[in-house]
């Protein structure tokens, strides 16, 4: 994948100041609070910083945990995995492949087929709906 290079002060002035706090600073959103929690449409999740695709709707279930859920990204070279031993406790950090940007989290306790829940922020993601 393609990777972008931007400058924090490129990335500033694209985002809105949530999408930077979120993809650029690795903040959270509050639960409950992103737009893409609760959304069933049909569609491809894309990076919100450099609309590269991650996650089909198709993968996307409800969690219950608060934030838009899915059991696999769309290609496996689309997110890469990092360690994150922040907040006192060690979780993966899930970032763009393209441009670095912060997603969430990954956890081993999604359904089956691959029992993971990619525990991602509205912010970080664009929803381009299908065509009906």
């Given at each position: 994948?393609?990777?972008?290079?931007?400058?924090?002060?490129?990335?500033?002035?694209?985002?809105?100041?949530?999408?930077?706090?979120?993809?650029?600073?690795?903040?959270?959103?509050?639960?409950?609070?992103?737009?893409?929690?609760?959304?069933?449409?049909?569609?491809?999740?894309?990076?919100?910083?450099?609309n590269a695709p991650l996650f089909r709707s198709?993968?996307?279930?409800?969690?219950?945990?608060?934030?838009?859920?899915?059991?696999?990204?769309?290609?496996?070279?689309?997110?890469?995995?990092?360690?994150?031993?922040?907040?006192?406790?060690?979780?993966?950090?899930?970032?763009?492949?393209?441009?670095?940007?912060?997603?969430?989290?990954?956890?081993?306790?999604?359904?089956?087929?691959?029992?993971?829940?990619?525990?991602?922020?509205?912010?970080?993601?664009?929803?381009?709906?299908?065509?009906?």
């Open positions: 994948m393609a990777k972008v290079d931007k400058s924090e002060e490129e990335w500033a002035e694209q985002l809105t100041p949530e999408q930077f706090a979120v993809l650029r600073k690795a903040g959270t959103e509050p639960a409950f609070s992103g737009k893409y929690d609760g959304e069933k449409t049909p569609g491809v999740y894309r990076c919100a910083g450099c198709d993968e996307k279930y409800d969690s219950g945990s608060g934030w838009p859920s899915f059991w696999e990204p769309i290609d496996l070279g689309a997110v890469e995995e990092r360690s994150d031993a922040g907040h006192g406790m060690v979780r993966t950090e899930v970032v763009c492949a393209s441009c670095e940007g912060h997603l969430g989290h990954v956890f081993p306790d999604g359904p089956q087929p691959t029992g993971l829940r990619y525990c991602m922020n509205s912010a970080a993601l664009d929803l381009e709906a299908e065509d009906d």
